[in-house]
């Protein structure tokens, strides 16, 4: 019998948050950004930290990200899809919920940003609908980040 599909977008408890933390490698390999998995976005931005589930209601892919409504800012902080989940479309379903939320608090643009050698980030964010500029300094002396701006695509909602 074959896998239920995904279940839409829905908040991230701090359970999720928990087990997302202990099993980092599972979306992000052998990379380790547990410094970016900061415990705020589920205590304090709780609006846009969210989940998808698969059908063991293990979390299958998640986005951090925050709404800064007086400035008409949506901010993606960083969205992850379990690496056995890849390729179904969650991390665009992700941010079709945030944009959806983001647009509620009166947002009217969404910004992120990626390492200038992530380039499936880059070209993710492209089919989104995002433009995008290389800041060479973004993160400091050095660190040169790309910087996604704009509005989504119309239909993202």
Known sequence: MGALAPVDPEPMTKDDFDAITRNLAAFWGERDPVDLHHP??????????????????????????????????????????????RGKGL????????????RERGCTSMKA?????????????HALGLDSTEAPDYSGPGRARIVFSGQPIPGLT
Do not use: C, K
């Open 91 to 102: 991390a665009r379903q992700l941010y079709a919920r945030f944009w959806m939320l983001a």
């Open 113 to 125: 940003i990626a390492r200038p050698e992530n380039t499936t980030s880059i070209a993710f964010h």
């Open 40 to 85: 705020m976005f589920v205590h304090e931005f709780v609006d846009g930290a969210l989940v998808i589930r698969d059908a063991q209601a293990a979390v299958a892919a998640y986005l951090f990200g925050f709404f800064v409504p007086d400035r008409g800012l949506a901010y993606v902080h960083l969205v992850a899809v379990r690496e056995d989940q």
